[in-house]
């Protein structure tokens, strides 16, 4: 709790809002119009008491109401464009940051701070304090200066009283920042764990709840609401009581006003219209005070929001509109020279130098945890690493590989399909391409299952994949991987969750790709993949300790296996 508080820096909110800067000089021309044209109540008010009623005359009278009248409608038209322009401001805010976030969230890179949802909040808090009551006080603030002005132009006495309360109101603020500024992000900061825990864990409610560990769950959800409870009550207390003593101070202030101008008014110094004036002054010069007292709860959510925004998009250094593919011709040959990989200050992968072929398969096996995975992600281009990785002589890395790995099929360990229509998970959310959707789906035996389903192809899969069943959603996202006949295939355990039937189908797929000329990786613990392997890669701890043509693989496989169980779940020769 304390480094996300620790890591509030001052500057994030207007290096943030910066951009907008024409934006806000246009709203603070029309806060000096608004602001100047509320003196208008004020001083018809003067020319009715000293004036009108000392003069009886109706015509006067007639001709200040329609000018106060005519530029009262003039400060309402200003308000309103004031708040037109917020609005619009917001809505540029959301297009300029809201791209930026999106990407900073979904960079693969990057170890993220927050949950992407989260990010989306605090982009809406920043929006919502710029283009609230909250902004516009601020921009009322020095306007104040005028109102004391004119109180001054009444009695050097008003205009005195007035500065003191104005400065006793700002005290009262900064009183209220030191109180209410602590407990608030505690507060917060509580509330987004509390919602964290539950949207993290909801996810595997039935595991959970077979395996008895609902109830202990419960009780950390409890501890953790029982904490944000806490953290409320103590900010709201805080608040509340702050916001007391503002109100107290506030009106007690205004009567004082109005007792030093009856003072004056006793003492024959001040016209009767004067006394009145005065009070209706100091309430406009005090105002934007309360307001931003009033609005201190969002202002200090939305600079905290600020504060992990800008972390945020400092941490997402990558193009928000990565630049068109580069055409990398068929096939792909893959090399790597030296290549490492560091993931949390642990090495993962040590100094491999390798070519892939384009037309073979390479299998790659190993114990668990020896790196195969890891190698796959990086062959797709989502692991940095130190030394060379080419694809046809093309250095790919971790800054590029987006905009240069143009063709590629991946099916990851766990499946991963995304909350949408079975159409939509094989298109990779693309343009939906039917003919090459229902091929993919074809080519691994999913096809007829999907017609069974009652919506086919525009059946609504939830987050994890259901209703499919787990076999079915190992064929999707094999599906989604060969979806347009990619030039590098790289699969990581496609036959975890197959039949019989679904191994044969796969061997078929991987025979038909190569005569495409793809280039194959395959990472399985299964035997049965070799049948169709060119190559054999066997991994340990992070290092090749073989690499060749298959037979020789397996004769060396076996030797392993005989000697270490487990390289290969299954022995290769079985
Ligand atoms: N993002 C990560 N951060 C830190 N360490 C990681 C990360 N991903 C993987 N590792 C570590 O890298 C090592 C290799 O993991 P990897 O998933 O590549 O192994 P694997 O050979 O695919 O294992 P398995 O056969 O069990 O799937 C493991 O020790 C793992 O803890």
């Given at each position: 709790?304390?480094?996300?508080?620790?890591?509030?820096?001052?500057?994030?909110?207007?290096?943030?809002?910066?951009?907008?800067?024409?934006?806000?000089?246009?709203?603070?021309?029309?806060?000096?119009?608004?602001?100047?044209?509320?003196?208008?109540?004020?001083?018809?008010?003067?020319?009715?008491?000293?004036?009108?009623?000392?003069?009886?005359?109706?015509?006067?009278?007639?001709?200040?109401t329609m000018l106060a009248a005519g530029l009262l409608l003039l400060m309402a038209g200003a308000d309103w464009l004031r708040s037109l322009y917020a609005i619009k401001t917001g809505v540029q805010?959301?297009?300029?940051?809201?791209?930026?976030?999106?990407?900073?969230?979904?960079?693969?890179h990057h170890v993220q701070r927050q949950p992407p949802a989260q990010a989306l909040q605090q982009l809406n808090a920043v929006r919502q304090f710029m283009t609230g009551q909250g902004l516009f006080a601020m921009l009322d603030i020095p306007w104040s200066v005028v109102y004391i002005a004119v109180l001054f132009t009444l009695h050097p006495l008003l205009g005195g009283t007035a500065i003191v309360f104005c400065l006793i109101q700002c005290g009262v603020a900064v009183w209220n920042q030191r109180v209410v500024a602590a407990p608030a992000?505690?507060?917060?900061?509580?509330?987004?764990?509390?919602?964290?825990?539950?949207?993290?864990?909801?996810?595997?409610?039935?595991?959970?709840?077979?395996?008895?560990?609902?109830?202990?769950?419960?009780?950390?959800?409890?501890?953790?609401?029982?904490?944000?409870?806490?953290?409320?009550?103590?900010?709201?207390?805080?608040?509340?009581?702050?916001?007391?003593?503002?109100?107290?101070?506030?009106?007690?202030?205004?009567?004082?006003?109005?007792?030093?101008?009856?003072?004056?008014?006793?003492?024959?110094?001040?016209?009767?219209?004067?006394?009145?004036?005065?009070?209706?002054?100091?309430?406009?010069?005090?105002?934007?005070?309360?307001?931003?007292?009033?609005?201190?709860?969002?202002?200090?959510?939305?600079?905290?929001?600020?504060?992990?925004?800008?972390?945020?998009?400092?941490?997402?250094?990558?193009?928000?509109?990565p630049k068109p593919a580069q055409a990398l011709a068929r096939p792909y040959t893959l090399i790597l020279e030296n290549l490492g990989v560091e993931l949390q200050s642990r090495r993962i992968l040590h100094a491999l130098n390798l070519t892939i072929a384009p037309g073979r398969v390479l299998c790659v096996m190993g114990p668990s945890g020896s790196g195969k995975s890891t190698l796959a992600r990086l062959l797709v281009g989502v692991v940095p690493h130190s030394g060379a990785y080419y694809i046809n002589q093309l250095a790919i890395n971790a800054a590029n590989a987006r905009t240069v790995l143009n063709s590629v099929g991946y099916l990851p360990q766990q499946v991963s399909l995304l909350e949408g229509t079975i159409a939509e998970n094989v298109a990779r959310f693309g343009a939906l391409d039917s003919p090459h959707i229902i091929q993919a789906c074809q080519r691994v035996g999913l096809h007829e299952a999907i017609l069974r389903l009652p919506q086919g192809y525009d059946t609504r899969l939830d987050e994890q994949g259901l209703?499919?069943?787990?076999?079915?959603?190992?064929?999707?996202?094999?599906?989604?991987?060969?979806?347009?006949?990619?030039?590098?295939?790289?699969?990581?355990?496609?036959?975890?969750?197959?039949?019989?039937?679904?191994?044969?189908?796969?061997?078929?797929?991987?025979?038909?790709?190569?005569?495409?000329?793809?280039?194959?990786?395959?990472?399985?613990?299964?035997?049965?993949?070799?049948?169709?392997?060119?190559?054999?890669?066997?991994?340990?701890?992070?290092?090749?300790?073989?690499?060749?043509?298959?037979?020789?693989?397996?004769?060396?496989?076996?030797?392993?296996?005989?000697?270490?169980?487990?390289?290969?779940?299954?022995?290769?020769?079985?």
């Open positions: 709790m304390n480094a996300v508080m620790q890591s509030l820096s001052r500057g994030a909110w207007w290096s943030l809002v910066r951009p907008f800067r024409p934006q806000f000089i246009q709203m603070t021309w029309l806060s000096l119009l608004t602001n100047v044209l509320m003196l208008v109540p004020t001083l018809y008010m003067l020319q009715l008491y000293d004036r009108v009623m000392l003069s009886r005359s109706t015509l006067t009278l007639v001709a200040v805010f959301d297009l300029t940051y809201g791209k930026q976030v999106f990407a900073a969230v979904f960079d693969p992000l505690q507060a917060q900061v509580a509330r987004q764990m509390t919602d964290y825990f539950i949207q993290q864990k909801v996810r595997h409610l039935q595991t959970s709840h077979v395996l008895g560990m609902s109830q202990t769950l419960r009780q950390r959800w409890q501890a953790l609401l029982s904490e944000q409870a806490q953290a409320e009550h103590t900010w709201l207390a805080a608040s509340d009581r702050s916001q007391f003593v503002n109100k107290w101070v506030r009106y007690t202030m205004q009567s004082l006003m109005l007792a030093v101008a009856a003072w004056l008014t006793i003492q024959g110094q001040l016209s009767l219209g004067s006394m009145i004036a005065s009070n209706v002054l100091i309430a406009r010069a005090l105002q934007p005070f309360d307001v931003i007292v009033h609005s201190w709860r969002q202002w200090l959510q939305a600079n905290a929001a600020a504060s992990e925004l800008q972390a945020l998009l400092n941490l997402g250094r990558i193009a928000v509109d209703p499919l069943s787990g076999g079915q959603r190992q064929l999707l996202g094999l599906a989604r991987a060969i979806y347009k006949e990619p030039a590098l295939l790289v699969l990581d355990e496609p036959n975890a969750s197959l039949d019989e039937f679904g191994e044969a189908m796969l061997m078929q797929l991987l025979q038909a790709f190569k005569q495409l000329q793809t280039t194959i990786v395959v990472i399985s613990h299964r035997a049965g993949v070799l049948k169709v392997t060119d190559d054999l890669l066997v991994l340990k701890r992070g290092e090749v300790v073989h690499h060749g043509p298959r037979d020789a693989g397996i004769v060396y496989l076996n030797q392993l296996n005989a000697t270490a169980p487990g390289v290969a779940t299954e022995s290769p020769c079985a």
